[in-house]
């Protein structure tokens, strides 16, 4: 999947409902009310925080290419799709940045090291820069290595043999799986740039990132599933129990413990608009949500109805038609109703 | 005492390099030090035996990150297992592991703005500190090229500190440099160690063309017949990109490197360049630190750089091995300007001194708001402690003289029609005492010693598949 497929998945879900800018916060993962509930209401859980360090002009740049493909428009607030692309359309993607949140990067970081420690033992050389630096991983890779019995020839075949296996199954191109192991370096082997890398697939540097990043997500998915007694262990504590982000958690404990909102917000010195923010992430991300402490049965049946009527999830819209629902009400009904489908 | 046996059992080293061990000798007799030794002449080991004979920690204080981490890197390397990092990339849980056991550190890496903090400061008290290393010393010169405010603040916390020793480290300093640094550390009588700064090795050639483009079809003519390993020195990170481009699209092994890219594709150039994959990296002043390539035969300079003691530095990494290495510094009309706009570019406007000190909160938001500088804000936060906006206008105005002066020191070498050597030596007050056969351009250079010829390409063709390139990674 190419950068430009998932900027026009992204402006295609929020088509008249949001500004040209919001699938730039999405795909930064910038933790705002607002984004989190469009994660929910246009279900883009594949694409949250999956760019964390996206940088503006390159997301303008790919934008202005679809102004000049005639696929969009700005109209006043908001962008508007305006024309269909000819390309095919992507298949599904493996892409789950709602669900890994940026901990493929300490999962490749881990495998990196692993496999140039790996690399250089097993052909008698003891000295190497490591590739990583970060004292963490280092601390973690340490350990691992130590467990696994690095040393032993049988052990390093075996982790290479899971390398392979896992990473062969997973629904990928092998020219994007080649990408990730490009990035990995070993005695004598560098590993090649991101600039290295696109300039011989002639892609641009984030769609590299982005294909390398869909790889991950894929193989990280296999080696949950599967039974890879060695590489499975990389995972460890990278895979979030709850979806919530960690403001939210703690609200949702003060909440489960039958705190009233106004109550929590004050205990966190946190607004109440805030709290309501995080009542709608719980919502939306949890399906035995009860919306019926918020809002009688019949007002969240007319807010829906309206919301389907009109094809709009725009408060603005629905409020016009449902008055005596309140913002909290409209956004929470919402959020509700994508965690029900 | 025995030093060449302690450092044979700690690193395995059967003989001192020139300078280490006097100055060795002169740190375990409770002196304090000032070492000038040349960048790849073993300074870190001038701190690193006498933390096996003295007792407590040794408390490095280094002023970059990146030299930070990479001499950390380095320590380890050579089996150095009780080594920390005290800067502001430590997450704070860690920072905490590490504060409540820093008496079970030998080695203690400090940036300046950490030392100077006084939780810091209390923590280190409470330890003793045998030495302390004031690593790139010439970053306290406020003259200087690379001047870092925190490090004239080192002095404070000596007294807290027990007063240990003092090492005093760099591989650039004149005569009035060392003795800013002797006046600022509050050093009485320090020993003072001068390696001479020549390296007899490096030949210097500088070639003059007379337009820019010029310039670059020589550089390629250069490449086809000099296979390298080489740095090339462009001025910024645009014409470090456009060089290596253009390399590449000839078909040679290049790759352009500078601190916008990111880190870890900063390490993949580093590594591709160590093992051989590279025969050019195009690179902005980033490039270099963490670099410990023996056998690097060129260092071309695209431009001029910004300051003599930035080129020596920089050509001082070719020839490690003392083969003969070629230094080149091209020239066209129109560089000087560029030079200049470099080199003032470093210091703080009138519209920084201005906005500075009319903010109400020190200013920290201007530096988020992007209306200050990082760089201009650390040295203006400095002197608004100390002076009026008045007077730092005019300190800032008389750092601008100097750094014209400086740069035309630079531009004396495209000029010169006498031995560069000496020049440059005469930059550092120093005396040459011999020349090499093979010295520099104004007493001609004789090539042919000095060509590499092209490099044997790889001879391994790269993978085709993922797998066959994690075979050749793994293969077992």
């Known amino acids: ?341 | 005492m025995n030093l060449e046996k302690t450092l044979y059992d700690a690193y395995g080293f059967t003989s001192f390099r020139p300078g280490q061990k006097e100055v060795i000798e002169k740190i375990l007799g409770g002196e304090d030090v000032i070492a000038l030794l040349p960048t790849g002449m073993g300074k870190s080991m001038c701190y690193q035996l006498p933390a096996h004979l003295l007792e407590g920690s040794v408390l490095i204080v280094s002023p970059l990150l990146s030299l930070m981490q990479d001499q950390v890197a380095q320590l380890k390397k050579m089996g150095e297992k009780s080594v920390t990092a005290l800067n502001s990339f430590l997450d704070p849980s860690e920072r905490t592991i590490v504060l409540n056991n820093l008496r079970n550190y030998r080695f203690i890496f400090i940036s300046p703005e950490m030392l100077v903090q006084p939780y810091i400061k209390n923590k280190l008290k409470d330890i003793q500190i045998s030495l302390l290393v004031a690593d790139e010393a010439h970053c306290i010169s406020q003259w200087g090229f690379d001047f870092r405010p925190d490090y004239l603040r080192i002095a404070e916390i000596l007294p807290a500190l027990g007063h240990p020793r003092v090492l005093a480290l760099t591989a650039t300093a004149t005569a009035k440099v060392t003795e800013e640094i002797k006046k600022y550390l509050q050093l009485t009588d320090p020993f003072i160690y001068s390696h001479p700064m020549d390296r007899k090795n490096i030949v210097y050639d500088c070639r003059k063309f007379s337009a820019g483009n010029e310039k670059l079809e020589w550089l390629k003519e250069f490449v086809k017949t000099n296979g390298g390993p080489g740095i090339i020195y462009a001025g910024t990170r645009n014409k470090s990109r456009e060089i290596a481009d253009l390399l590449n699209m000839d078909g040679l092994r290049a790759a352009f490197y500078h601190g916008g890219m990111e880190h870890q594709d900063r390490i993949f150039v580093q590594q591709q360049f160590q093992n051989g994959e590279l025969d050019w990296v195009c690179s902005t002043n980033a490039f270099g630190m963490g670099v410990h390539i023996p056998d690097i035969r060129h260092v071309i300079h695209f431009q001029i750089p910004t300051s003599i003691e930035g080129y020596v530095q920089e050509v001082g990494r070719a020839g490690r091995d003392g083969s003969p290495a070629l230094a080149t510094l091209l020239y066209a009309p129109g560089d000087e300007e560029m030079l200049e706009s470099l080199v003032l570019d470093d210091l703080p406007t009138i519209n920084e001194i201005r906005e500075l000190y009319n903010s109400a909160d020190g200013g920290s938001q201007l530096v988020a708001q992007g209306i200050i500088r990082e760089t201009s804000f650390r040295v203006l936060s400095y002197w608004r402690t100390r002076l009026t906006e008045q007077q730092t206008i005019r300190q800032i105005e008389q750092q601008k003289n100097e750094k014209m002066m400086q740069s035309a020191k630079i531009k004396k070498l495209i000029t010169l029609k006498t031995c560069l050597r000496e020049y440059l030596m005469e930059c550092f007050d120093q005396q040459l005492v011999s020349k090499p056969a093979n010295c520099c351009v104004n007493d001609g250079i004789e090539y042919s010693s000095l060509q590499s010829g092209p490099r044997k390409e790889d001879a391994r063709t790269s993978p085709a598949t993922w797998q066959k390139r994690l075979e050749s990674i793994l293969p077992c």
């Open chain 1, 1 to 341: 999947m190419l950068f430009e497929d998932i900027l026009i998945i992204l402006l295609k879900a929020v088509d008249g409902e949001r500004t040209v800018s919001s699938p730039y916060h999405l795909l930064k993962g910038k933790k705002s009310g607002q984004t989190l509930q469009d994660i929910g209401y246009y279900k883009l859980y594949p694409y949250f925080g999956i760019l964390p360090k996206l940088e503006k002009d390159v997301y303008d740049q790919a934008v202005e290419k679809l102004f000049q493909k005639g696929l969009i428009a700005i109209d006043g607030q908001v962008v508007r799709m305006t024309g269909v692309p000819v390309e095919q359309k992507p298949g599904p993607t493996l892409l789950d940045g709602w669900k890994y949140r940026g901990s493929e990067q300490v999962f490749m970081a881990r495998l990196s090291l692993i496999v140039q420690t790996l690399s250089h033992i097993q052909q008698k050389s003891r000295i190497f820069d490591p590739v990583v630096i970060s004292e963490d991983i280092q601390r973690w890779v340490k350990i691992y290595l130590n467990k696994m019995n690095y040393k032993d020839p049988a052990q390093c075949k075996a982790f290479k043999d899971e390398m392979i296996h896992s990473l062969g199954a997973v629904a990928v191109s092998e020219r994007q799986k080649m990408i990730v192991i490009q990035r990995l370096s070993g005695l004598k082997i560098g590993g090649l740039t991101w600039e290295q890398i696109s300039r011989a697939e002639k892609q641009t540097v984030t769609d590299a990132q982005v294909q390398a990043i869909e790889t991950l997500h894929g193989w990280m998915s296999v080696l949950e599933q599967g039974s890879y007694p060695l590489l499975r262990n990389l995972l460890d504590g990278l895979i979030q129990q709850s979806a919530l982000t960690e403001t939210a958690r703690r609200t949702e404990s003060y909440f489960k413990n039958g705190r009233k909102l106004e109550e929590i917000a004050a205990l966190r010195g946190l607004k109440t608009s805030t709290i309501e923010d995080h009542v709608v992430e719980m919502a939306m991300n949890d399906p035995g949500f009860d919306i019926l402490e918020f809002m009688e049965a019949a007002l969240f049946a007319r807010i829906i109805a309206v919301s389907q009527s009109q094809n709009t999830k725009r408060l603005r819209d629905i409020k016009e038609k449902v008055p005596e629902a309140s913002y909290f009400q409209l956004r929470l009904a919402l959020a509700a109703k994508g965690g029900i489908e």
